[in-house]
């Protein structure tokens, strides 16, 4: 995978789940 994609959709994943806490989801 390309490793800008892969930085990408990490801190996308780090971040939903940031998110998902905060809200309480």
Not at 12 to 22: H, N, Q
């Amino acid at each position: 995978m390309d490793k800008k994609l892969e930085s990408y959709y990490l801190s996308a994943e780090t971040a939903l789940s940031i998110v998902s806490k905060k809200f309480n989801i």
